[in-house]
């Protein structure tokens, strides 16, 4: 069983930044980056393979957020720059501990463990 504790999230102005964490109990291998809003579907936002090597992230986050781990830490971040109104919503992590795929996990199914969930709010 692993245990997965976001950390950082908060109200920020647009054009903002925020850095997120998400510290696990134990071993983990691919892990990622979720949000929900109000009235949305869970969406992919990143993900980073076991070693560091791979990452992936959405569109809409392309050059404004970057996830990377600190694996001799069991964590995960996601710094977040240039926030717009948009990208409010619960940003979850999420850990697999299968396998170590080189590849990165865009869909929850994917995953074993989630954290809490951190709300993010960006005002105009």
């Known amino acids: 069983q692993v245990q997965l504790v976001e950390s950082g999230g908060g109200l920020v102005q647009a054009g903002g930044s925020l850095r997120l964490s998400c510290a696990a109990s134990g071993r983990t291998f691919n892990m990622g980056w979720f949000r929900q809003a109000p009235g949305k579907d869970r969406e992919f936002v990143a993900g980073?393979?076991?070693?560091?090597?791979?990452?992936a992230y959405t569109d809409a986050v392309k050059g404004r957020f970057t996830i990377s781990r600190d694996s001799s830490k069991n964590t995960v971040y996601l710094q977040m720059n240039s926030l717009k109104p948009e990208d409010t919503a619960v940003y979850s992590c999420?850990?697999?501990?299968?396998?170590?795929?080189?590849?990165?996990?865009?869909?929850?199914?994917?995953?074993?463990?989630w954290g809490q969930g951190t709300q993010v709010t960006v005002s105009s």
């Open positions: 999420a850990a697999d501990t299968g396998y170590r795929a080189n590849s990165v996990f865009t869909q929850p199914a994917s995953y074993d463990y």
């Open positions: 980073i393979s076991w070693n560091g090597g791979s990452t």
